[in-house]
């Protein structure tokens, strides 16, 4: 079980597709991706999640979430983002 309740793998420029499928026991709550400037797909399965920052991800044009705790979503600078929610 992991104890890993932030990532921060912002600015990186290698970045294309992400793909985050979590168990309900993930205790992560915050994500950020920002200034990811060649991400253009993000997929994120997680229960925990209440913070996601993909501000400066340019490129972005698909971001599917399935994070029902979701409470703050920075996406500036996202400018054909197409946004899918499921619950």
Known sequence: QS???VLRASSCH???EVV???P???PLT???LADCKTLTKLRV???ALQQLHVGGCRHLTRLQLRCPRLRHLTASL???VFLDVCE
């Open 3 to 5: 104890n890993l309740c």
């Open 14 to 16: 290698n970045l294309h």
């Open 20 to 22: 985050m499928q979590l």
């Open 24 to 26: 309900m026991t993930s």
């Open 30 to 32: 915050e994500l950020h």
């Open 45 to 47: 399965v997680a229960p």
């Open 78 to 80: 996202c400018f054909s």
